[in-house]
């Protein structure tokens, strides 16, 4: 029987199809909101009902928004960003999961327990000092500020933990040490591949993280060097909001995400399934 098979006597409700239904309509509202918006004029804003094709004025909004800010450098820069931080997530997080799971040394409980506290902190309490340090290194007003801080997250090495402990079994590792590899190679040829689904998940929820980020940008970043967040607070500020404008620079800052959970979904949804069934 698989996850989605109706248990014997089951029957689905009758409010269940037109619930999931309305479900689904103010899910994909804003998403058509923020598409639709922009290929008209302001007039559109305020109408009721609203009008349901889109309009011909799309390009000439998205060229408006290239000519206020530098939004291809915005663009540039959060693909850096994102890029970079779901990355290098990925590496250290899974290998720190990796050894809070299966390998046994000195202050193990002691250090985990310390990686999980962190995650009660918030991050408010460590804004002041942490600019403070980056202004130390000389790295205000550049991208490597906004990297470096976030490179890995407990979150992170938590959920990888579990992970490893769900998908790599001892007996696994131990056939691995058997044909000779060393606690790298275990990491790297044996406990990786089974955690490709966990990894996708954790790659999609890092990017749009990353890619959403607004505060810790706009404080360490300037308007000349900046991320797509930081571009669109740039758009909406002034006594005037222009919002086909503003939504025009929306929905070209969300191309990015769809087209990464467009190429990375069957195996973000996999990771998703796999966890709900053995959770």
């Not at 689905?12 to 918006?37: D, E, H, K, Q």
């Not at 779901?86 to 193990?108: D, N």
Request: glycine letters at 8%; a neutral charge.
């Amino acid at each position: 029987m698989t996850a989605f098979s109706r248990a014997p006597g089951e029957r689905s409700g009758p409010l269940r199809y037109p619930f999931l239904f309305l479900a689904l309509i103010v899910s994909a509202f804003p998403v058509y909101w923020t598409f639709m918006i922009p290929s008209r004029t302001n007039d559109a804003v305020g109408q009721l009902p609203p009008p349901f094709l889109p309009g011909g004025h799309f390009f000439e909004n998205a060229a408006r928004v290239f000519d206020t800010v530098n939004f291809g450098k915005a663009l540039l820069n959060s693909l850096v960003v994102a890029g970079s931080i779901t990355a290098s997530t990925l590496l250290f997080c899974s290998a720190a999961g990796f050894a809070f799971a299966k390998l046994t040394f000195r202050g193990h409980g002691a250090l985990l327990l310390t990686v999980i506290a962190t995650m009660m902190v918030p991050m408010q309490l460590g804004i002041i000092p942490l600019y403070l340090e980056m202004q130390e290194f000389g790295w205000a007003n550049h991208l490597v500020a906004v990297i470096l801080p976030t490179a890995v997250t407990a979150f992170g090495v938590v959920f990888m933990r579990q992970n490893v402990l769900q998908a790599v079994p001892d007996e696994l590792l131990d056939a691995g040490r058997m044909d000779g590899c060393g606690t790298l190679r275990l990491y790297w040829h044996v406990a990786l591949p089974a955690l490709r689904p966990g990894l996708a998940v954790l790659g999609l929820l890092t990017f749009m993280q990353a890619w959403n980020d607004f505060m810790w940008p706009l404080i360490v970043l300037n308007s000349e060097n900046p991320t797509v967040q930081v571009a669109l607070s740039t758009l909406a500020a002034g006594h005037y909001r222009d919002n086909t404008l503003v939504l025009a620079g929306t929905a070209l800052g969300t191309l990015p995400v769809l087209v990464v959970f467009a190429l990375f979904g069957r195996q973000i949804i996999s990771g998703i399934m796999e966890g709900a069934v053995k959770g």
